[in-house]
């Protein structure tokens, strides 16, 4: 009976190295697809037993782990949660996480391929894995100038470094307590969750960089760069009709009010701007022509393109243009222009910064959990909105928009600030804007204040907004 | 011819055959010691303190361990030394893990009082207890053979009485293989199948010449004759009836795989192995046309994920936890094992390849090939056919219900309600089980023993020495 039972022997090895092969199979080949299935709630649950890293601005945490005595072994807290909620999103046990606690999740969680080395150690070490933790670029100061000005409003502030496109604000309102959604009680985070179902307007959706709306008058200063890139000069006569009829239809362009731009029907450039007279520039861009203003809008980062900064921002767009009526209305920044508030804050920033648009980036730094920095972001260009020739220009207009227009409530003592308002008609009431930046001579600071619905104009609105968040940044001496 | 001093050449050319029960003494120092540690990897990440009654447990282990080896120091001191701490080391870590899966439930739900884990310690308590009192009595395992016949039908009661009693006495979820006697529940098949094996091997030595060598050519192949047949053919019966009458389509595939290979042991023919391979496949295909709960495991194990949200929940489970483990498992205490519905019986091995990773699965199933390989290198090397078949069918049967299990969980094969040996939470199992190795160390013991020489044959009358008759 030997033979047999050898091959009897030999049969239960290649049965069993079947199962090995076929473990194997499942633990290492399929490990991937079966952690990331939708239904695989383990990874979740070993993402909250580790200790996630901080997300840091200005020396302090604005959201933490701190380690608890039930299941879970970690909650995560956001002190000042609804200051900074735009940013920080939530992390939930239930809903996932958003915002920066999505983008940086890698980091966060530990399983970033740039803490291998430290993982590798914790292996050994059998030390529980930690996140890393992510510096931001925010500033405090003007994160609360920016939500203390959209106190009771529906809107967006986004604040920008134009040398080098760091992101100083990012305000969205209305606003929500992420330290409710991220709790360990399920009961608890479905309540909120409900509740924030019903308002009319949900807090969780960040505007600033989620949404894009029609920039209205704001969209002037680009036609304005288009122009002076073809020619044009500040100072240059353009017609400024009392009443424009869009070619091609009986339909009549007004200006804000109804009233005149200028007694003689011609303006020049800059008042044309100063006062936001809309049948100049409707005139204006029907001269220049499709698509010199594409081209130059593109330049400018309104290019339909998706970014990441890195929570992801909606594409903005200035939409399809099928004859010279729809250009006329286009060139005031209404018609299918939208752009997100985010984009707004570039336009600022490009004249700011001589034509060249830096890319807005929010992470400053990633460090390891021993505080090492194991990355920086450096600044990189984004494009070449326009010459430094026209920036300058453009500069000394929007001053004017300050000092003489329409963008009064916007001045700050002692600084000279730069800006265009924007009032642009929608289904409700008007949205207001501003876009600005200063020192004018030297900008360290670009700001974009977008209010919906605000119902007055960018200038009484939105330009006292900007005020304050340029006020609260400059106080603090850069 | 002279009288030689010995019949057994292996005596005569080696010396003494050494007892190895110091390297088994060794080996299970050292399962103990990892037992100890799991247990207390276990109580430190969850709790963060060692449990409270961990030099009692420690003791208790060690002792079960302790008196079984004395056992076998006192009576069968030949037996194989890899035997004793393969097995001690599998219940060590099933008593680890479950003791871990004890504690996800109190942390989820800190109402729950009921800890399996102690009780299971008791089972393997009881183990054993049988595992000493079959050495004990069983001093020669051939004298088993005189009792085949009353096994078999013992064997045979016990496997059908489930079916005979009402369902509140004997199914739980939707197997009737359970006796609940006085708020315990045990399992007869685990015990009826160590029953039918002695029998098969006992029938198979009396009947394998007239098996091996009896034969008519059908289509080429020798084919035993019908009267040979027979029996085959009534262990099949025998094994689509248990499915039927109790819905239990493991403990039939069981059978019939051990039963098919013994045969083919026995009589070393390979037609036999065919025959078996068509018969159940025979078998399968009809139970999968009448049976729903048949078509329904078949479905759920091609394409588990479709059923994610009912009968194939257990199985997403299980691989969600084993994906999630990969190579290094998520330490024991770090995984989610309870996720997995009935993880401490059916589904432990899915607990183990979760927390302790690939590599934790891996050396389990070589635990189990080491135990199978031992048991079936013991049948090799026994003198007597009887020895040979039910070493060889008792090794077997763990390997394939390992293989069955283990396949289960892994997606490899449908699932079939078997359980783990040594591993799983289950006292008829584990008691069953330590009877079962008592068995092959028994046998074990018998083959590496020295042959005792055989006492000088008688001088015939014509050689011995004359003798001087004095007046």
């Known amino acids: 009976m030997n033979a047999p039972l050898r091959r009897v022997a030999i049969a239960v090895l290649v049965l069993f190295t079947l199962l090995i092969v076929n473990a194997n199979y499942i633990q290492v080949v399929r490990s991937d697809e079966l952690r990331s299935d939708q239904g695989n709630t383990r990874v979740l649950a070993e993402e909250y037993n580790r200790e996630r890293g901080s997300i840091i601005v200005d020396g302090t945490e604005i959201a933490l782990s701190v380690p608890t005595d039930d299941v879970l072994n970690y909650l995560r807290q956001y002190p000042d949660g609804r200051l900074w909620a735009a940013v920080t999103g939530y992390y939930s046990l239930i809903y996932g996480s958003t915002m920066m606690e999505d983008a940086e999740n890698e980091v966060l969680s530990g399983s970033d391929p740039r803490l291998t080395f430290r993982r590798l150690t914790d292996l050994f070490t059998g030390r529980d894995p930690q996140g890393g933790d992510v510096v931001l670029t925010l500033d405090p100061a003007v994160q609360r100038a920016a939500m203390a000005g959209l106190d009771g409003v529906t809107g967006a502030v986004v604040a920008l470094d134009p040398r080098s496109g760091a992101v100083l604000g990012l305000a969205s309102t209305p606003t929500y307590d992420p330290n409710e959604l991220s709790s360990h009680d399920p009961d608890a985070i479905r309540a909120y969750a409900a509740e924030l179902d019903n308002l009319e307007r949900d807090p969780r959706l960040n505007r600033a960089i989620r949404e894009t709306y029609p920039p209205g008058s704001v969209f002037k200063v680009v036609v304005s760069a288009a122009a002076l890139e073809n020619g044009y000069e500040p100072d240059t006569e353009v017609p400024a009709p009392d009443v424009l009829t869009l070619p091609g239809t009986r339909t009549e362009l007004e200006n804000f009010g109804g009233s005149d731009c200028a007694s003689d029907e011609r303006q020049s450039l800059i008042d044309a701007l100063t006062i936001s007279c809309n049948t100049a520039f409707a005139q204006l ?18 290019d339909g393109e998706p970014r ?13 243009i099928n004859n010279d009526a729809e250009l006329g209305v286009s060139s005031i920044g209404q018609q299918d222009v939208r752009v997100t508030p985010l984009q707004g804050a570039m336009i600022a920033a490009a004249v700011a910064n001589d034509g060249q648009l830096m890319a807005p980036y929010m992470v400053d730094q990633v460090r390891a959990p021993d505080l090492t920095v194991i990355d920086r972001t450096e600044p990189e260009v984004l494009s070449e ?5 026209v920036a300058n220009d453009l500069t000394e207009m929007m001053i004017s928009v300050v000092e003489n227009g329409s963008g009064g409530a ?28 200063a020192p004018a001579d030297n900008p360290t600071i670009a700001v974009a204040v977008f209010v919906a619905n605000g119902g007055g104009t960018g200038g009484d609105v939105s330009a006292p907004i900007a005020r304050d968040v340029i006020a609260a940044y400059l106080e603090r001496g850069r | 011819m002279t009288a030689g001093p010995t019949t057994d050449p292996r005596a005569a050319a080696t010396g003494p055959v050494p007892k190895r029960r110091g390297t088994e003494l060794a080996l299970l120092g050292f399962a103990v010691l990892i037992t100890l540690v799991a247990q207390l990897i276990v109580d430190l990440t969850i709790t963060g303190a060692p449990r409270a009654d961990l030099a009692t447990f420690s003791a208790w282990f060690a002792a079960l361990w302790a008196v079984a080896h004395l056992v076998v120091r006192k009576w069968a001191p030949y037996a194989d030394p890899l ?33 399996d884990a102690p009780v299971q310690l008791l089972w393997a308590t009881l183990g054993i207890a049988l595992f000493v009192v079959v050495l004990v009595v069983v001093r020669d395992h051939r004298m088993l053979s005189r009792y085949a016949y009353t096994l078999a039908l013992v064997g045979l009661v016990l496997l059908a009485l489930p079916a005979a009693l009402p369902a509140s006495l004997s199914e739980v979820n939707g197997a009737k293989i359970w006796i609940r006697v006085a708020g315990f529940s045990i399992q007869p098949g685990e015990f009826a199948k160590i029953g039918l094996i002695i029998f098969f091997a006992a029938y198979l030595v009396n009947k394998r010449d007239v098996l091996a060598l009896a034969s008519r050519r059908v289509m080429g192949l020798e084919l035993p004759r019908g009267r040979d047949l027979g029996p085959v053919l009534v262990a099949w019966i025998l094994s689509i009836l248990v499915l039927v009458f109790e819905r239990d389509l493991g403990s039939s595939l069981l059978l019939f795989g051990i039963f098919v290979v013994m045969l083919y042991v026995a009589t070393e023919r390979s037609s036999w192995l065919l025959i078996g391979l068509g018969l159940f496949a025979g078998g399968a295909l009809i139970a999968y046309r009448i049976f729903d709960h048949v078509q329904t495991r078949v479905d759920t194990w091609l394409d588990p994920f479709a059923y994610r949200d009912e009968g194939g929940y257990q199985m997403v489970q299980s691989l969600f936890g084993l994906g999630t483990g990969g190579l290094f498992g998520a330490g024991l205490g770090g995984g989610r094992p309870d996720q997995v ?10 607990a183990v390849g979760e927390e302790l990773g690939l590599f934790g699965l891996v050396a389990v199933i070589v635990l189990y090939l080491i135990l199978v390989e031992r048991g079936l290198r013991t049948s090799l090397i026994v003198r007597d056919a009887f020895g040979k078949l039910l070493a060889a069918g008792l090794a077997f049967a763990v390997a394939w219900q390992v293989f069955v299990v283990l396949g289960g969980v892994t997606g490899l094969l449908p699932l079939t309600g078997l359980t783990t040996p040594f591993l799983a939470y289950g006292g008829s199992s584990l008691v069953a089980n330590f009877g079962l190795v008592a068995l092959l160390v028994r046998i074990s013991d018998a083959a590496r023993r020295p042959a005792v020489p055989a006492p000088a044959p008688m001088p015939t009358l014509g050689d011995a020495p004359t003798e001087v008759v004095q007046p």
């Open chain 1, 285 to 302: 861009g029907i001269d220049l022509g499709e698509e010199r203003i594409r081209e130059t809008a593109e330049r400018f980062g309104i």
């Open chain 1, 410 to 437: 916007a001045r700050v003592d002692g600084v000279q600030v730069a800006g265009k308002t924007g009032t642009a008609e929608n289904a409700g009431a008007d949205h207001n804007w501003f876009v600005g930046f």
């Open chain 1, 308 to 320: 990441e900064i890195p929570l992801e921002v909606v594409g903005s767009d200035i939409g399809e």
């Open chain 1, 385 to 389: 909105a326009t010459s430094q020739d």
């Open chain 2, 83 to 115: 035997l004793l701490p393969a097995v001690a080391l599998l219940s060590g870590l099933g008593l680890a893990v479950i003791h871990r899966l004890d504690l996800a439930a109190e942390q989820i739900d800190s109402t729950v009082t009921r800890e």
């Open chain 2, 341 to 350: 519905p009935v993880a401490k019986s059916d589904f432990i091995a899915a």
